[in-house]
């Protein structure tokens, strides 16, 4: 086989093509290190209080010990469904002390979504911001959750003025334990110390659910090697980002995000970095406030982000002048926002590409790249990127082809999804993305398209099939279709095309109001057009491309 013409610019970047053998057995140790290491350094800081890193180890311990009282063992699965707020990060420490899995959840799920996620994967605790707790109430009953920690913006044992108030209708769900997370900290923090529970690179830690083609969401199986293997892949890539104790990283995207949780909160955190968390990032008053404050050395965002946050007048008033780092993910950067972006910062937006299959990154421009490119970057060392024709066989350099990976960093598989896990991955052990790229003859990385329908709406995946499966349900929908259309300030919004039943009396209100009570308001469709009929090839099959030249 020909050499992978990204080793050559490894070889003048002076990046090696394989990572060091893992230094720990998981990345709950990792991160116990981090804490001993940095104790009197400052961990995190929200609403502008810091938290070092000795009180988050002591907070993360006594979690730790009050799971273990309520018995829980290795491998059991607990949700967390919050924004960027401190139980956050506190909660995911206790839950890998005490050996456990944690199961990331959107809180801006509707109760279909939620149900769907807790039932698939078993869990019997959650961690669920106050805000959310209505939509736990509503299928709390058809779930296997029985203890729900309600969090609020603090650690208190009271919940702060600013926090909502927790669903009555939760509070009053028989067979459940509803319990403060302050007071679960309290508790734990009276407890013996937790019992250290030996995990390794073969355990899992995170169930990171991501959207199916069939409709319904399925759970990548993320291993600690997994998390360890991509935190070490990213650390040679970007070794000037990662000076340890030195790092100040605003988080802004959410943590329930692969991309967040192990680039902002994981791999930094296992340096002794500062970590400013943005529970809204939407409120971009706010949100510039804190860059005034934090000088940030580390940004990470998605294109949106970026976008809105470059038409804000007071962000020339940030002093950039520690920044070291800004990575693009989740959706292509537009290359008008990277230019906007560096007039005002000095530093072009460094883009990756990557999945919550591939913990997640699985190519990213390195340091020694030093202007917007366009691409993804470079496949990152000991994986291997090949590009495969419909056929099944790989594409010449510069063709076009679905990106399949394979490395350390690529997930074990959908929980509980054998069949799923056949049709995701080459005879030869490649996952198979679903993404065409093509390469360039230095191996740099552009996506071109999307093998699945899919849509990237603000940096989320948005299946077709899903949204379809619900608009269908709407009274007097005969069929549907949808596809992604280009979108200033999302990227891609969804359009969906209704064929109606003969005689019903449907309009765009309904159906969008239909959808608005089963979907989470970024797979919305942004419009609804009405057509006699949907375009089908001879099989039956619903022809998009004919919906997209419409």
């Known amino acids: 086989m020909q050499e992978r013409p990204w080793l050559a610019s490894y070889r ?32 995190l800081r929200f609403a502008g209080q810091p938290l070092r890193y000795a009180q988050v180890d002591a907070l993360s311990a006594a979690f730790a010990a009050w799971l273990q009282s309520r018995g829980v063992q290795r491998g059991d699965r607990i949700a967390v469904m919050t924004p960027n707020v401190l139980a ?30 807790l039932q698939d994967a ?73 019992q250290s529970v030996a995990t390794g690179p073969d355990d899992l830690i995170f169930l990171q659910y991501t959207g199916g083609t069939t409709g319904l969401s399925k759970g990548a199986s993320l291993s600690h090697g997994n998390l360890l293997a991509n935190c070490a892949q990213f650390a040679l890539f970007m070794p ?24 902002n909160f994981i791999s930094y955190f296992s340096i002794g ?19 005034r404050q934090a000088r940030p050395t580390v940004v990470t965002g998605v294109n949106t982000l970026y976008a809105g946050l470059t038409q804000h007048p007071d962000l020339r008033q940030v002093d950039w002048s520690r920044l070291r780092l800004v ?34 990154i699985v190519t990213f421009n390195p340091a020694a790249v030093q202007e917007f490119n366009g691409t993804t970057g470079l496949p990152l060392p000991s994986s291997d990127v090949k590009l495969l024709d419909d056929d099944g066989h790989e594409v010449a350099l510069g063709e076009a082809g679905e990106v399949c990976v394979k490395g350390p960093h690529v997930m074990r598989g959908y929980w509980e999804k054998p069949q799923a896990n056949a049709q995701a991955f080459t005879a030869d052990g490649y996952f198979k993305t679903g993404d065409v790229g093509q390469f360039d003859a230095r191996g740099f990385l552009k996506i071109v398209d999307r093998k699945k329908d899919m849509i990237l709406v603000s940096g989320f995946n948005v299946y077709p099939n899903e949204i379809e499966a619900v608009a269908s349900a709407c009274t007097g929908v005969a069929e549907c279709a949808c596809i992604g259309v280009p979108d200033e300030k999302t990227g891609e919004a969804v359009r ?30 942004r419009s609804v057009r009405f057509i006699e009929a949907l375009p089908k090839s001879a099989v039956g099959k619903v022809l998009r491309r004919e919906l997209r030249g419409q």
């Open 12 to 43: 003048a970047y002076g990046i090696p093509a394989e990572i060091a053998p893992a230094q720990h057995a998981s990345v709950t140790a990792m991160l116990e290190e981090a804490m001993r290491t940095h104790a009197d350094r400052p961990a």
């Open 88 to 117: 956050f990060p506190i909660a995911l420490l206790g839950i890998l002390r005490a050996g456990a899995v944690q199961v990331n959840v959107n809180p801006l799920y509707t109760p279909r979504e939620l149900e769907h996620q």
């Open 122 to 194: 078993g869990a019997r605790l959650m961690v669920v911001f106050n805000g959310a707790t209505p939509t736990l109430a509503q299928v709390l009953a058809n779930t296997p959750v029985r203890t729900v920690l309600a969090a609020g913006f603090g650690l208190g044992t009271e919940p702060t003025p600013q926090d909502p108030p927790v669903d009555a209708g939760l509070l009053a769900a028989p067979g459940c334990e509803v319990v403060s997370f302050g007071a679960a900290l309290a508790a734990g923090a009276a407890l013996p110390r937790f």
């Open 240 to 263: 000037s980002a990662r000076r340890p104790g030195e790092e100040v990283v605003v988080t802004a995207i959410p943590l329930y995000h692969i991309f967040a949780l192990m680039v």
């Open 273 to 291: 970095a500062e970590n400013w968390l943005v529970p809204n990032p939407r409120d971009m008053n706010a949100f510039v406030a804190l860059l």
């Open 327 to 360: 990575a693009g993910g989740g959706s292509a950067i537009v290359p008008a926002v990277s230019e906007r972006w560096q007039a005002i910062t000095g530093h072009f937006i460094r883009e990756g590409y990557g999945l919550s299959e591939t913990s997640p």
């Open 496 to 525: 969906l095309f209704v064929v109606r039943l003969p005689g019903a009396t449907l309009d765009e209100a309904i159906v969008l109001a239909h959808c608005r009570d089963n979907l989470t308001a970024y797979k919305l469709p």
